[in-house]
T-cell receptor, first 114, second 115 residues
Framework: GAGVSQTPSNKVTEKGKYVELRCDPI?????LYWYRQSLGQGPEFLIY????????DSGLPNDRFFAVRPEGSVSTLKIQRTERGDSAVYLC????????????FGPGTRLTVL | AQTVTQSQPEMSVQEAETVTLSCTYD???????LFWYKQPPSRQMILVIR??????QNATENRFSVNFQKAAKSFSLKISDSQLGDTAMYFC????????????FGGGTRLMVKP
């Protein structure tokens, strides 16, 4: 079956612009996670969805970051007024939710803010 | 809060030999899961092996095995018969035994398998 997919693979934008990053989880997975991975570091948690609702958004760095999952499947991470420090790889993962804790990752989106 | 530490930024091993990657973690919880993920240059984070804290038996997946020492809060990964395709970043990760909890990752170990 298909794994987690993320689009675009790479995104280059200018400082101050708005970007959207998309994640399509494994079919049937109710839990969806976003992580941010800076160069040379391990991923850091941003936000977790169970179904349509954000169950834990404690990792979002500030109010420029927002994520939605309106139908409980695809999720979009939105970043307003991008800054050079937002440059990183944004990883999405999904898991079966209450029936399993193992998270399966997508290939990530590399965001570069010039 | 949980923390995960990988003390080896880089390691290398000759093809066909065995290498062990170290990981320590800190938690006050008793029920949790530990993982090793592999991240090749393609960026895809691939699950290598998983260990439930309540299981005393060390997990094994083909050439990959772990040495889980709960009291010492240590979780090392042993790769036997190393192959060139094992070259990648390896991340140790922790999550509580509660579906929906975030993964806490270590800083990673870059493994190079040499021909």
């Amino acid at each position: 079956g298909a794994g987690v997919s993320q689009t675009p693979s790479n995104k280059v934008t200018e400082k101050g612009k708005y970007v959207e990053l998309r994640c399509d989880p494994i079919s049937g997975h109710t839990a969806l996670y976003w992580y941010r991975q800076s160069l040379g570091q391990g991923p850091e948690f941003l936000i977790y969805f169970q179904g349509t609702g954000a169950a834990d958004d404690s990792g979002l760095p500030n109010d420029r970051f927002f994520a939605v999952r309106p139908e409980g499947s695809v999720s979009t991470l939105k970043i307003q007024r991008t800054e050079r420090g937002d440059s990183a790889v944004y990883l999405c993962a999904s898991s079966p939710g209450t029936s399993g804790v193992t998270q399966y990752f997508g290939p990530g989106t590399r965001l570069t803010v010039l | 809060a949980q923390t995960v530490t990988q003390s080896q930024p880089e390691m290398s091993v000759q093809e066909a030999e065995t290498v062990t990657l170290s990981c320590t973690y800190d938690t006050s919880e008793n029920n949790y899961y530990l993982f090793w993920y592999k991240q090749p240059p393609s960026r895809q984070m691939i699950l290598v092996i998983r260990q439930e804290a309540y299981k005393q038996q060390n997990a094994t997946e083909n050439r990959f095995s772990v040495n889980f020492q709960k009291a010492a809060k240590s979780f090392s990964l042993k790769i036997s018969d190393s192959q060139l395709g094992d070259t990648a970043m390896y991340f140790c990760a922790f999550t509580l035994n509660n579906a929906g909890n975030m993964l806490t990752f270590g800083g990673g170990t870059r493994l190079m398998v040499k021909p």
